[in-house]
């Protein structure tokens, strides 16, 4: 235990269990002496203030700068697109530059800027260039070392044709890896 020598409590009370039969002062194999510890409480109120006066003091630095300051889509304001009063009105008017923008031009990026491979060299974007395939296909686990793709083929061909097997190997011993892909040619297989 911790015992301060200001608290008025040193060396005060009763002892009990096995310091019962200690002389009177501090044991150094139990106790030890520590210097106090105050502790000031600081109210809600005087909390929310400095908050407050940190925001204004961000907010004012922020303005200085010119960057980072949240500006309305819509009319340029210093406010959230969102909470925009104009967005009745002017909105619509908005709306009709999107889609007069949309007709098909790839947007105009800086340059260093990252390009998606799927519009590289002038490539129009489109859903075909990446194509899930839509072959059902299980994971098998839980394989032997020594399982071959022929293993497998023998194994699940009897539930219908087979048109692909993946059989997961270590790159450099060729070991399988434990588990492999099985891809039937319909669903019903």
């Not at 908050?51 to 303005?63: F, N």
């Not at 032997?144 to 993946?166: H, M, N, W």
Request: proline share 7%; glycine share 10%.
């Amino acid at each position: 235990a911790v015992v301060s020598t200001q608290s008025g409590h040193y060396g005060r009370g009763k002892k009990f269990g096995q310091c019962a039969t200690d002389p009177p002062g501090i044991n150094p194999a139990n106790c030890m002496v520590g210097d106090g510890v105050f502790l000031t409480l600081a109210t809600k109120k005087d909390q929310e203030e400095k908050k407050e006066d940190g925001l204004a003091e961000k907010m004012t630095k922020l303005k200085s700068s010119g960057q980072g300051m949240v500006v309305c889509r819509i009319c340029k304001g210093p406010h959230w697109t969102k909470q925009c009063p104009y967005k009745d009105t002017l909105g619509v008017a908005l709306d009709v530059q999107q889609d007069e923008a949309s007709t098909g031009k790839p947007p105009t990026r800086a340059p260093g800027a990252y390009v998606p491979p799927s519009i590289r060299k002038g490539e129009v974007a489109n859903d075909t260039t990446r194509q899930r395939d839509e072959n059902p296909t299980i994971r098998v686990s839980n394989l032997a070392e020594e399982t071959s793709e022929k293993d497998l083929q023998d194994l699940f061909k009897p539930f219908g044709p087979v048109s692909r097997i993946y059989l997961a190997k270590d790159k450099n011993t060729g070991i399988s890896k434990g588990f492999a892909y099985i891809t039937y040619n319909r669903r019903e297989s």
